[in-house]
């Protein structure tokens, strides 16, 4: 499969007070506890999809930067923007957010070895812990580009209704996965 990694870093961050995606944990930076998932799971073209005004402070050699064209647009948009510059080289893309500094390898290892087994084509393999999705941990062909295009022009910035128009393959996962654990607010470190 040729896969593009996309961490998500283009958010205001007003739960948090401060951008978080620069916050750190075990001494990197939350974003590049992403990009080090996607490098040791196996995704080596990576970039961080982000705004004009957060792009001079990522510094990091392993992954380009994508700067949104229109800041502030939601998770939508940032995957429309991925897909259209990623679709004449990769069939796919990965997102994970950059506040998610416990996500790990063997996550994205086990939606790969997923996607790779699957019996029929899907346009997109989302996550699920107990009965939550998690649209921003998932993986999108780019097939899915016209259909988000035509959201996106009605408005829309969910990434729900995107989910409802495509074929999904739902992956299962415990509610109480680390992966999935973002940092909203400067308090969830104490959960």
């Keep these: 499969m040729n896969i593009s990694g996309i961490v998500l870093a283009g958010g205001q961050s007003s739960r948090y007070g401060k951008p978080k995606m620069f916050e750190?944990?075990?001494?990197?930076?939350?974003?590049?506890?992403?990009?080090?998932?996607?490098?040791?799971?196996?995704?080596?073209?990576?970039?961080?999809s982000t705004n004009n005004q957060l792009a001079p402070y990522f510094n990091n050699e392993k992954a380009d930067i994508l700067v949104e064209d229109k800041k502030h647009q939601?998770?939508?948009?940032a995957l429309f923007f991925a897909l259209h510059h990623m679709?004449?080289?990769?069939?796919?893309?990965?997102?994970?957010?950059?506040?998610?500094?416990?996500?790990s390898?063997?996550?994205?290892?086990?939606?790969?070895?997923?996607?790779?087994?699957?019996?029929?084509p899907y346009d997109a393999f989302v996550p699920v812990t107990g009965s939550k999705l998690q649209p921003l941990h998932g993986m999108y062909h780019r097939r899915c580009l016209p259909i988000i295009e035509e959201m996106i022009n009605n408005n829309k910035k969910s990434m729900y209704p995107l989910i409802q128009s495509v074929t999904v393959h739902s992956l299962f996962f415990s509610?109480?996965?680390k992966d999935f654990l973002n940092i909203n607010r400067k308090e969830d470190w104490f959960i």
């Design 175 to 177: 509610k109480d996965q």
């Design 105 to 120: 390898s063997s996550f994205i290892k086990t939606v790969i070895s997923h996607a790779e087994k699957a019996e029929k």
């Design 24 to 48: 750190k944990y075990k001494g990197l930076s939350f974003y590049e506890h992403s990009i080090h998932a996607f490098k040791a799971g196996g995704i080596d073209d990576i970039s961080i």
């Design 87 to 103: 679709a004449k080289k990769n069939e796919w893309v990965f997102l994970l957010p950059a506040d998610t500094p416990f996500v």
């Design 74 to 77: 939601g998770p939508l948009y």
